[in-house]
């Protein structure tokens, strides 16, 4: 019993150390990829800055680029993705919201389609009516596809 909790203690600090470890490789990593340098045009930065994303040395970065007449700025690529991130976080793709079905009553895209199958109510009326070649009414519209919403409950047939 006393080996099987040392066992236990040494995994734990084993698994500590690991740990740790881990946070500082995050960190090193993020280091490492701050002073990765990656070439960027100076029109972009210009676009990101007028947007009041970036950092306080930018503008000063930009400005003398700019007077030596370069058109592109060795920038830190961790530094250029935030900002990247930072302007595209309001964007919103309306060419694929645009085409979504969605329920005509709770406007929910939760909707799932299917055929109708024979309808027995159809079958026992034709039946009633004509007698058995009747039950053959009952795949009348067996084909139509109907649309559920899976939010509301709601049913429609679909138009194009």
Not at 24 to 40: G, H, S, T, Y
Not at 108 to 124: C, D, E, H, M
Request: aromatic share 8%; with cysteine.
């Amino acid at each position: 019993m006393t080996t099987f909790i040392i066992i236990l203690v040494v995994l734990a600090i084993v698994i500590g150390i690991w740990l740790s470890g881990t946070e500082k490789r995050v960190q090193a990593a993020r280091e490492k990829e701050m002073n990765f340098l990656i070439p960027v045009q100076i029109v972009q930065l210009e676009k990101y800055m007028a947007k009041g994303l970036g950092d306080e040395e930018l503008p000063g970065l930009v400005s003398t680029a700019k007077a030596q007449g370069e058109t592109q700025l060795m920038y830190p690529r961790a530094k250029y993705n935030d900002m990247f991130l930072a302007s595209t976080k309001d964007y919103k793709d309306t060419s694929t919201e645009a085409s979504l079905v969605k329920c005509p009553k709770c406007k929910s895209t939760q909707i799932t389609a299917s055929q109708n199958g024979y309808s027995a109510g159809k079958g026992l009326a034709g039946a009633f009516l004509t007698g058995g070649i009747g039950l053959l009414a009952g795949f009348i519209g067996s084909k139509d596809l109907v649309v559920y919403c899976m939010k509301c409950g709601h049913n429609w047939k679909p138009t194009r």
